[in-house]
C-alpha cells in the first residue's frame, strides 16, 4: 500500500493552495490522517490531524487558515490552505494509520507515509 501526493507549487503570499493525498492497493481501513511539514532544516511537525469519525486538530500556527478534510470512499485526505505565509513553505507528508490485505490476504496494518510535496509561499 501507498501514498501519493499531489498539489504543492509556487504560491505568493496570501493565496491558497489544495494539497490531495490518496491512498493506493488493498486498502481495508483507514484510522486517522494526518498532514506534516518539515521546513528546511527544522523537525517534521504536525499540521493537522483527521480521525475516521471526522474529528480534526491543527497546529495553532495554521488554525483559521487550513482545512483538513477527507473522502472515505476514495480513501483521500485533502488539505485546503488559505491565507498562506511565506513560513508555511515547507515540504509537506500526509501520514495514515492503514490496514490493508496483503499477498498472503492477511491483514497488516501500518503507519503509511506519502513521498512529500513541495510548497513554496513567496513573491
Known amino acids: 500500500v501507498q501514498l501519493q501526493a499531489f498539489g504543492g507549487g509556487l504560491v505568493q503570499p496570501g493565496g491558497s493552495l489544495r494539497l490531495s493525498c490518496a491512498a493506493c492497493?488493498?486498502?481495508?481501513?483507514?484510522?486517522?490522517m494526518r498532514w506534516y511539514r518539515q521546513a528546511p532544516g527544522k523537525q517534521r511537525d504536525l499540521v493537522a490531524l483527521?480521525?475516521?469519525?471526522?474529528?480534526?486538530n491543527y497546529a495553532d500556527s495554521v488554525k483559521g487558515r487550513f482545512t483538513i478534510s477527507r473522502d472515505n470512499a476514495k480513501n483521500t485526505v485533502y488539505l485546503q490552505m488559505n491565507s498562506l505565509k511565506t513560513e508555511d513553505t515547507a515540504v509537506y507528508y500526509c501520514?495514515?494509520?492503514?490496514?490493508?490485505?496483503?499477498?498472503?490476504?492477511?491483514?497488516?496494518?501500518?503507519?503509511?507515509w506519502g513521498q512529500g510535496t513541495l510548497v513554496t509561499v513567496s513573491s
Open positions: 501520514n495514515a494509520d492503514i490496514l490493508y490485505v496483503d499477498y498472503a490476504s492477511r491483514f497488516v496494518a501500518v503507519k503509511a
Open positions: 492497493g488493498s486498502v481495508s481501513r483507514i484510522d486517522d
Open positions: 483527521m480521525t475516521s469519525g471526522g474529528s480534526t
